[in-house]
């Protein structure tokens, strides 16, 4: 065999291993590629992230889009960027204020530079004050109560109960063990309705359009690959959190996004998701509106509802009962 030939084979050989090789691993989340350069960091049972990450590689910089809750998880996200040879982090994204998507913020240098919009800045200046000092005083007995059951449990650990209890128990183990050490950094760029922060290897464009999960929320959109990153705009196999925002203005994001033709949509928490998601979580809110409705006119209560079929294997059903009691309220108000 010619040395030319040779060359091609060793040289084909090295970019498929490339091409093929083991994601980083960590306790706290996997790392889906979602494109080159393009990753998502999604939390896995038992892990202290909470939330869903992204990494976006522009070319000469990458954008970290929401850092989680656990100080210890974020600061592993400056290694797997290193790992995964991306360029270095200049932008981190907050999609909104909850504390799971914005504690990690303190762990990146000072010349990274945390983009939200305006009004999310001002909620978490606002709130994370308070969040902090209840935290501090609830949590601990909740712990204690996750701890235990975790150590007295008895069965099957790919059971549905056993997930519940890693789902909750590593959250108010953050709580309690990274309170005194939480300083809150707050973002420093503000995006409104739209923007793009432009790349030598790609683009990105930014929407904020108000209030939805919260306030105020921000999507982030690679065009050219069809990614979007949500924050929780979308929970996939799972129950959102509504109590905090709009369900109408909730509705008019998932329509957009979904008018945005994504073939990969990374949900704030959940698996990664695609167009189907977007209407299942619409259908979640208007049977919701619906039930709320139906115990209006026959002067139940919320607590009187249940939980339709299609959503009974769902994540989170806690927040069933606080979304069911948000909804009621609203509608009795403007009744």
Known sequence: ?????????????????????????????????????????????????????????????????????????????????????????????????????????????????????????????????????????????????????????????????????????????????????????????????ENAIKGSKRSVKFFSKGSGHTESDLILFLPDEKIVFTGDLLFVDSHPYLADGSTDHLKEWLNFIDSLDAEIIIPGHGPIGDGQDLLLMTQYINSLEKIAANLIEKELTPDQAVIPETFEQWWFERFFGWNMAFIYNNKKETK
């Not at 498929?16 to 994601?23: F, G, L, Y």
């Not at 790992?83 to 799971?100: A, C, T």
């Not at 501090?136 to 996750?146: N, T």
């Open 1 to 193: 065999m010619s040395r030319v030939l040779i060359f091609l084979a060793l040289l084909f050989f090295l970019i498929s291993c490339k091409s093929q090789r083991e994601m980083p691993t960590s306790d706290n989340f996997d790392v889906h590629e979602l494109s080159s350069g393009v990753y998502a960091l999604i939390h896995k049972f038992g892990g202290k992230a909470i939330c869903n990450a992204g990494l976006i590689d522009l070319g000469d910089s990458t954008i970290v889009f929401d850092t989680f809750l656990s100080l210890k998880a974020a600061e592993e996200i400056p290694s797997i960027v290193k790992q995964l040879e991306l360029s270095p982090i200049k932008f981190v994204v907050n999609s909104h204020l909850h504390d799971d998507h914005i504690r990690g913020n303190q762990v990146f240098p000072k010349e990274v530079k945390i983009i939200s919009t305006y009004r999310t800045a001002e909620l978490i200046v606002k709130n994370e004050p308070e969040n902090l000092a209840y935290q501090k005083k609830y949590a601990p007995a909740q712990l204690a109560l996750y701890d235990s059951l975790l150590k007295n449990y008895v069965g099957d650990t790919s059971s549905r109960a056993y997930k519940k209890i890693l789902m909750w128990q590593p959250y108010y183990h953050v709580l309690v063990e990274e309170n005194h050490l939480i300083k809150t950094r707050l973002p420093e760029i503000f995006i409104e309705k």
